[in-house]
Each structure stands twice: as structure tokens, then as C-alpha cells.
T-cell receptor
Framework: QVQLVESGGGVVQPGRSLRLSCAASGFTFSSYGMHWVRQAPGKGLEWVAVISYDGNNKYYADSVKGRFTISRDNFKNTLYLQMDSLRAEDTAVYFC?????????????????????WGQGTLATVSS | QSVLTQPPSVSGAPGQRVSISCTGSSSNIGAGYDVHWYQHLPGTAPKLLIYNNRNRPSGVPDRFSGSKSGTSASLAITGLQAEDEADYYC????????????FGGGTKLTVL
């Protein structure tokens, strides 16, 4: 069965960096797009970023563009989120989620996207 | 606030039917983009309930159904059970400005 296990969360000061990981199993990781979605305390879900199955196409929410980098290692079946220049408002539980398609994102293909499997999330707290 | 609007909470007794609305605009649901629904018990992995407006993944009971009309969508749950108590989120795509994937603010379902 599909399993997604996030790790790497913790407490970090504003302006510092954190790298999240998501270990995938139970499916052919290299065939599917992957996403990061976050949930701030007491708030709803917010999409963060998507990466295509081959890692060549990446898209970001405006709130993290230029500060966060999504990447993947298809040999290790692992998804990453490098978070730099962190702000207090980045405090959230970060979920990785699988795309049922390739993850290639343009206005035509991204409009069809949803998340068919999710991990349990890892908490990143940005605080001085 | 969220691009898609959901009621903060709904409730119902066991066995009853409840409906959760998701209201958007002409740049998302009204533009014809599909709506998807997720169930989330805090501390666990969110679960896909409905995709492409009305389709259920395998393993999701047929007590859950989805519909879409105009700029809105709805999730209906019949035969409410205690285990249905959770947060529910709608999700779609928005083409305004920098296009992106959007969620509703979430609805807390309480089974009385």
C-alpha cells in the first residue's frame, strides 16, 4: 500500500533554514508528480509546491516562491523541501502528497490535479 | 481568507444526512475546474474522498457523494456515523493572476 512518511521538522529561528524529507513506498515513485501542502496552527490547508515525476518541472505558491525549493531523488524514493529565509508565518505541519499524474504543471495540466495519497505530516516551527 | 468558502462547522445525528458547501468564483469552480474533497482527522494523513466532482476512490463508502453546479460544489454524507467526525476540505484550481491549487477553509463535522 502507498506510504508517505515525512521527517525533518523542528524548531528554527526566523531567517534560518530547514530541510524536510518524505520517504515514499508502495508505488513507482519515479512515475508520479509530488506535492507539499501545509497547515498552519488552527488554519486550513495551503498548497506549497509541486514537482514533476522526473524533477524537471517545479511550481510554487506565491507565498514561498524564491525561498523554498522542492526536489526529489528517484533512486532513493524521497521527496524534499528546502526551506530558506524562514518566517514565523511558515510555521505549519507540512504534508507530502502524491499526484495521480505526472505532476507537469501548466494551466491545462495543473488544473486537473488533486492529491490521492498523503503523509501524516511533520511540524516546522519558526520562532525566536 | 480562503479562495473557496466553506461553512466553519456542520453537525448531525447518527443516521442523518449532512451537506457541506464549497463556494468559489468565475476564476475557479465557475470556470469549470473540477472540485475534490478530503477528510482529515487532526494528527493523521488527510484522505481523498471525492475526485473530479463526483468520483469516489476505491474503499470510500457510497455514503459520500459529490456534486457541482455553477460556482459551487457540495459534499453530501448520508447515514452519518461517529467515525465521520472530522474536518472536510474542498480543493480546486484557480486561474487568476498566478494560477495555483486552492483549498477551502475547511468544515468541522460534529456527529451529535
Amino acid at each position: 500500500q502507498v506510504q508517505l512518511v515525512e521527517s525533518g521538522g523542528g524548531v528554527v529561528q526566523p531567517g534560518r533554514s530547514l530541510r524536510l524529507s518524505c520517504a515514499a513506498s508502495g508505488f513507482t515513485f519515479s512515475s508520479y508528480g509530488m506535492h507539499w501542502v501545509r497547515q498552519a496552527p488552527g488554519k486550513g490547508l495551503e498548497w506549497v509546491a509541486v514537482i514533476s515525476y522526473d524533477g524537471n518541472n517545479k511550481y510554487y505558491a506565491d507565498s514561498v516562491k524564491g525561498r523554498f525549493t522542492i526536489s526529489r531523488d528517484n533512486f532513493k524514493n524521497t521527496l524534499y523541501l528546502q526551506m530558506d529565509s524562514l518566517r514565523a508565518e511558515d510555521t505549519a505541519v507540512y504534508f507530502c502528497a502524491k499526484d495521480p499524474g505526472s505532476g507537469y504543471c501548466n494551466i491545462a495540466s495543473c488544473s486537473l490535479t488533486y492529491f490521492d495519497f498523503w503523509g501524516q505530516g511533520t511540524l516546522a516551527t519558526v520562532s525566536s | 481568507q480562503s479562495v473557496l468558502t466553506q461553512p466553519p462547522s456542520v453537525s448531525g445525528a447518527p443516521g442523518q444526512r449532512v451537506s457541506i458547501s464549497c463556494t468559489g468564483s468565475s476564476s475557479n469552480i465557475g470556470a469549470g475546474y473540477d472540485v475534490h474533497w478530503y477528510q482529515h482527522l487532526p494528527g493523521t494523513a488527510p484522505k481523498l474522498l471525492i475526485y473530479n466532482n463526483r468520483n469516489r476512490p476505491s474503499g470510500v463508502p457510497d455514503r459520500f457523494s459529490g456534486s457541482k453546479s455553477g460556482t459551487s460544489a457540495s459534499l453530501a454524507i448520508t447515514g452519518l456515523q461517529a467515525e465521520d467526525e472530522a474536518d472536510y476540505y474542498c480543493q480546486s484550481f484557480d486561474s487568476s493572476l498566478t494560477f495555483h491549487l486552492v483549498f477551502g477553509g475547511g468544515t468541522k463535522l460534529t456527529v451529535l
